[in-house]
């Protein structure tokens, strides 16, 4: 039934006007999450007959009732606990030596973002010193975005496999101006925390990286962060520092805050002793504006930063929906329910290969991640076909030969494959149940 669903929204998709399969639509790459709440017992479903039904249906991104998904309990699931998991098995890999040649370790650290600021940098950086030091920022948040659980995991686990030294900066301190949480720093610790537990279910690295806080550290070394601070912000006018935020929101306040947070993250970035920096593209900005400083100083040790990818809001007109709708992404605290509804109202029009947020998501989640794309179909529809690489995924769905539904009911089982260990981690593991408890507070109910 699944099936059916996901067929009669091809149907919807091409009585659409106005839509044509050869343009893209403007997309921002990133709005303001949707909170869950983890700590309940993720309601699942058994057979997801219907569900199934609306995913293969709806290849278009029309919105069908979602009333008739039957939820069932977690524990009346199959037994999944043989089932591969894929960072695990990465992980293994790392835990022997530095991998590999000086070409493979510059590739697989060149691999990390598409937005590097400066590759000859990185060469020569990597032929000085065979154990860089690499910082990774983190904003602790008490729901996490999918590119900050797996992305993130995939990228740390990539820098300690090259013989980097990673250390995670936490970057806790920066709650006193985040009015969400009354700009409490214990809170923004408790949340921290609740985001390494995040880590550890996905497989990350952590015994062999190093957790900072960067409370701490303006704290031992406020000599040096704040001086830094308040040179970047004398150096640096209004006008620039509004260019950090892009398109912001019209109708959200500007505060002093908000002016002087930028210097803040520029300060932290430059007063470390930190050869690599692992960026969001949040904090793509911060890093050009502490390119500029250097520049402007003589300064001449920038260090590098590589920003790892961002994936695009599932909606087709993210700017026109409220900035907390939770359809706009995956998130890791998200069930099966959560992932099917949501890829059920996904943007994933016929024939569109670039600007498609399902495809984007095989791209950099489920092929890096399990390595494979599996579409199970029926056989007058094409049968089964199992894709190795986006060339070969993005060829068939150009040509048509791959149905949006198809894509969205194997897209949907692969996400619930990868975050199924994560849940079970949280349900069984006794810090991560107190670290969700810890976060309770912070979670809105849907």
Not at 85 to 106: K, M, Y
Not at 111 to 121: A, L, M
Not at 175 to 193: F, P, S
Request: net charge positive.
């Amino acid at each position: 039934m699944l099936a059916r669903a996901f067929a009669l929204v091809g149907k919807v998709w091409k009585r659409t006007p106005n839509m044509s399969a050869s343009t893209s639509p403007r997309r921002r790459s990133h709005l303001p999450p949707q909170p869950r709440h983890l700590y309940h017992t993720p309601a699942q479903r058994d057979i997801f007959s219907v569900e199934q039904q609306l995913l293969q249906s709806n290849s278009g991104g029309a919105l069908p009732r979602l009333d008739c998904i039957s939820k069932q309990n977690w524990s009346k699931q199959p037994n999944t606990g043989n089932m591969e998991n894929s960072a695990h098995a990465a992980l293994d890999s790392i835990r022997d030596t530095v991998e590999g040649s000086f070409d493979q370790r510059f590739a697989t650290l060149k691999s990390i973002g598409e937005d590097r600021v400066n590759d000859d940098e990185l060469e020569l950086l990597l032929k000085k010193k065979s154990a860089p030091i690499c910082y990774v920022w983190c904003d602790p948040s008490p729901w996490m975005h999918i590119s900050e659980g797996i992305i993130k995991t995939l990228c740390v686990n990539k820098m300690v496999r090259s013989g980097c030294k990673v250390k995670i900066i936490m970057t806790d301190w920066f709650a006193r101006i985040n009015h969400n949480i009354g700009g409490n720093l214990n809170k923004m610790q408790t949340i921290g925390l609740y985001n390494i537990e995040m880590w550890k279910a996905a497989g990350m690295a952590l015994d062999r990286v190093e957790l900072v806080w960067l409370s701490d550290e303006i704290n031992r070394h406020a000599d040096e962060y704040w001086p830094l601070a308040m040179d970047i912000s004398r150096k640096t006018t209004v006008h620039r520092i509004k260019r950090c935020y892009g398109r912001r929101d019209p109708f959200e306040e500007f505060t002093a805050a908000d002016i002087f947070y930028p210097s803040l993250q520029c300060a932290t970035i430059l007063f470390q002793k930190v050869d690599i920096w692992l960026l969001g593209m949040d904090q793509h900005e911060a890093n050009l504006l502490a390119r500029e400083y250097c520049k402007h100083i003589k300064r001449q040790n920038k260090p590098i930063a590589l920003s790892h990818n961002i994936l695009p809001n599932l909606l087709q007109y993210p700017e026109e929906e409220h900035r907390r709708n939770p359809l706009l992404a995956i998130y890791m605290e998200d069930n099966e329910v959560d992932i099917s509804r949501k890829i059920i109202h996904a943007f994933c029009p016929p024939k569109l290969v670039e600007g498609n947020p399902c495809l984007e998501y095989i791209k950099y989640i489920i092929l890096p991640w399990l390595g494979k794309f599996e579409v199970v179909r029926k056989k007058e529809d094409g049968g089964d076909k199992m894709f190795l690489s986006m060339e070969e995924l993005t060829t068939d769905y150009a040509s048509g030969a791959l149905q949006p539904g198809d894509v969205k009911l194997a897209l949907a089982n692969s996400l619930s494959k990868i975050l199924q260990p994560v849940h079970g981690h949280f349900k069984s593991n006794s810090e991560a149940k107190n670290a969700v408890e810890g976060v309770k507070e912070y979670y809105i109910a849907k």
